[in-house]
């Protein structure tokens, strides 16, 4: 017997205590501290009970769970829903900080109503007998103007008639008054940006050439809950506005929006990806964003009614007292996630739609598709990738974002990691110490 490759040992944050967690075997339990060190240095007093929980293992027997395991996360995969974004423009009313999109060459479009029917006949075709959504995206889907309005008319017809959701990801600016059109559709939810209170908001996400929009942006949230829309807020964070979170979250529970059963929240970490931002030292690190974040919440916790932070498998071990199934891909590439914008290209993921030269086919106004580049992106998972083969977290990481490892290391077969063990000790030292 020999400690499994997929243990995973860390302190819990401000304790002596310790977290062992094990996601093929589906077993977490909290060791006090001799426990832990006597675990490390294999002096288990009782190594019987820890092998009866597969933290101790014959290698040639983990071999095949691990294999089983792999074959029922793939099998899985087949009936995941899948994500279909469009994207209609790229055009946008915001200058934000932080766009990722801001140096896109323009693109050259086609008739919105041609390329929207090839978009659904494209669907109808190739994701035949596959649960899936739609989800508007862009630039901003919901400008103000005729152009605009009929696209989502168009696009709230297309999935009425094929008994699919729309969701929505806007700036909020204009959604107030669109909010009677959505009505009616079946609109499963509509994604909002929100960087923090009033003045720090309009700092970061002002309307081009200047002007504020947390105003216009609230009164918009407020009218799609009246409306009975669900909302799901984000906020994008960094050094910048980090601080001002918790003001925007006693904001959220003053406008009895977390009350709201069709409210929930989001954190995006604003980070560079494709190009360097002018003022790349305000941004955090995979692991410095939710430090900050814990030391926030242990000063606040009032936070937690607003936003509940996942700290890797944490919170669902908590809230759900098991683990979630092992995770092989993180990475919903060409299998739960394809990006289609009004060029006719398709892409993808969300991460690279629109940027020139990550297109994987096109559906209008033919259809090809690079065979190789989707079997390239499909086929990757923990298994494909080198460096994750000995790294004990690979089953909570799942390899990270392919999109982001091919900007920074030139191939999506390379690890995207995820600072495993830290965030476990911090969630475990948040959400509760209890029997597990």
Same mark, same amino acid.
Request: net charge negative.
């Given at each position: ?122 669907? #109808?075709?190739?994701? +035949? ?6 989800? /508007?995206? @862009? %630039?901003? *889907?919901?400008? &103000? ?49 929100? #960087?923090?209170?009033? +003045? ?6 002002? /309307?081009? @050439? %200047?002007? *504020?929009?947390? &105003? ?221």
């Amino acid at each position: 017997m020999q400690p499994s490759k997929h243990n995973i040992l860390t302190q819990v944050a401000g304790s002596e205590s310790w977290l062992l967690v094990n996601l093929l075997a589906g077993q977490a339990d909290l060791l006090d501290a001799d426990t832990a060190a006597r675990f490390q240095r294999g002096e288990l007093l009782d190594p019987e009970a820890f092998a009866a929980k597969g933290y101790l293992v014959e290698p040639a027997e983990e071999a095949r769970r691990y294999a089983a395991a792999k074959e029922k996360f793939a099998e899985g995969q087949k009936d995941d829903e899948v994500q279909l974004f469009f994207v209609p423009s790229y055009a946008c009313n915001f200058g934000c900080s932080y766009c990722f999109q801001d140096e896109y060459a323009p693109q050259k479009t086609h008739d919105p109503d041609a390329v929207i029917d090839a978009f659904f006949s494209y669907v #109808d075709d190739t994701f +035949a007998g596959r649960r899936k959504y739609v989800t /508007l995206f @862009g %630039g901003e *889907p919901l400008l &103000d103007t005729p152009k605009n309005r009929h696209v989502v008319e168009k696009l709230i017809e297309g999935t009425k008639a094929r008994g699919l959701d729309l969701a929505i990801i806007t700036n909020g600016y204009s959604l107030e008054s669109y909010v009677p059109l959505l009505q009616t559709g079946r609109i499963r939810e509509v994604q909002v940006t929100l #960087d923090g209170p009033r +003045a720090m908001h309009d700092q970061r996400r002002s /309307l081009k @050439g %200047g002007g *504020p929009t947390f &105003d216009r942006v609230v009164e918009g949230i407020n009218a799609a809950l009246e409306g009975g829309l669900t909302v799901n807020l984000r906020a994008v964070l960094d050094k910048e506005n980090l601080g001002g979170f918790g003001e925007l979250a006693h904001f959220a529970i003053a406008q009895g929006w977390t009350e709201n059963r069709r409210f929930k929240t989001q954190v995006g970490r604003n980070y560079e990806l494709h190009h360097c931002q002018t003022n790349n030292t305000r941004l955090y690190t995979r692991l410095s964003l939710w430090e900050d974040m814990y030391e926030l919440i242990q000063a606040d916790p009032e936070i937690l009614r607003f936003y509940r932070p996942a700290y890797s498998v944490s919170r669902f071990l908590f809230d759900e007292g098991q683990l979630p199934e092992p995770l092989f891909d993180s990475c919903p590439a060409t299998k739960t996630e394809w990006a289609f914008d009004a060029t006719g290209s398709i892409y993808p993921c969300t991460a690279n739609v629109g940027k020139d030269a990550e297109e994987i086919g096109t559906f209008f106004p033919t259809r090809t598709l690079k065979a190789d580049e989707v079997s390239d992106w499909s086929g990757r998972d923990v298994t494909s990738i080198s460096s994750c083969s000995s790294c004990s977290n690979q089953l909570a990481c799942g390899g990270g974002c392919g999109a982001v490892s091919r900007s920074w290391k030139g191939t999506i077969r390379a690890s995207d990691c995820r600072p495993v063990k830290e965030l476990l000790g911090m969630g475990c030292a948040l959400y509760g110490q209890r029997e597990l």
